[in-house]
């Protein structure tokens, strides 16, 4: 039971338009949710966050909205950039017994073209 | 600030064998995590410690086990050593009380 999916495999974009990635949970109990970059043979680094009292989260070029209703996030990269190629993970949280775990998506990998 | 580091980069061992793998949480992070992805598979939650206790497990087996040190660096050792424990072992750490973690590097696993 995958209870975070990103159901896009890959997305390209050319340089200097919008990268959007979309992540879907199931789990009703998640309460806080993350995205992470990942170059291959290295750890995922954190990008943003949002916590579920709020629906927009901005830190520069990213931007993170949720609409709970939908049990729907998304990442919003604006402008992509070459250096953003890489694979992109949503992670969800929850309290109560799964407190400490982060529930990862399968990954998006983005190809930003020059 | 130095990030979250790991040892060894790789590691390689046999069936039946036990690995070693170890983490140094950033400065002031009282909480280590660990992670397995394994090839083709997502990063699956193996375990958390905090203040030297295990706080919480993934859906492992016994033989993948752990402990934090009182300098709040940790160990994760895996027995009996199958040829699916291959993967990246990735240890991540956060602050008490915050949800963001971490992540270091990774560590190589590779099981003959």
């Known amino acids: 039971d995958q209870q975070v999916k990103q159901n896009s495999p890959s997305l390209s974009v050319q340089e200097g338009r919008i990268s959007i990635l979309n992540c879907d949970y199931t789990n009703s109990m998640f309460d806080y949710f993350l995205w992470y970059k990942k170059y291959p043979a290295e750890g995922p680094t954190f990008l943003i966050s949002?916590?579920?009292?709020?629906d927009k989260n901005e830190d520069g070029r990213f931007t993170v909205f949720l609409n709970k209703s939908a049990k729907h996030l998304s990442l919003h990269i604006v402008p992509s950039q070459p250096g953003d190629s890489a694979v992109y993970f949503c992670?969800?949280?929850?309290?109560?017994?799964?407190?400490?775990?982060?529930?990862f998506g399968q990954g998006t990998i983005l190809t930003v073209h020059p | 600030e130095a990030g979250v580091t790991q040892s060894p980069t790789h590691l390689i061992k046999t069936r039946g064998q036990q690995a070693t793998l170890r983490c140094s949480p950033i400065s002031g992070h009282t909480s280590v995590y660990w992670y397995q992805q394994a090839l083709g598979l997502g990063l699956q939650f193996l375990l958390w410690?905090?203040?030297?206790?295990?706080?919480n497990r993934g859906n492992f087996p016994p033989r993948f086990s752990g402990r934090q040190f009182p300098n709040y660096s940790s160990e994760l050792n895996v027995n009996a050593l199958e040829l699916e424990d291959s993967a990246l072992y990735l240890c991540?750490?956060?602050?008490?009380?915050?949800?963001?973690?971490?992540f270091g590097p990774g560590t190589r696993l590779t099981v003959l």
């Open positions: 410690y905090d203040e030297g206790e295990e706080r």
């Open positions: 949002i916590s579920s009292i709020k």
């Open positions: 991540a750490s956060s602050s008490q009380g915050t949800d963001t973690q971490y």
């Open positions: 992670a969800a949280s929850a309290g109560g017994t799964s407190y400490g775990k982060l529930t």
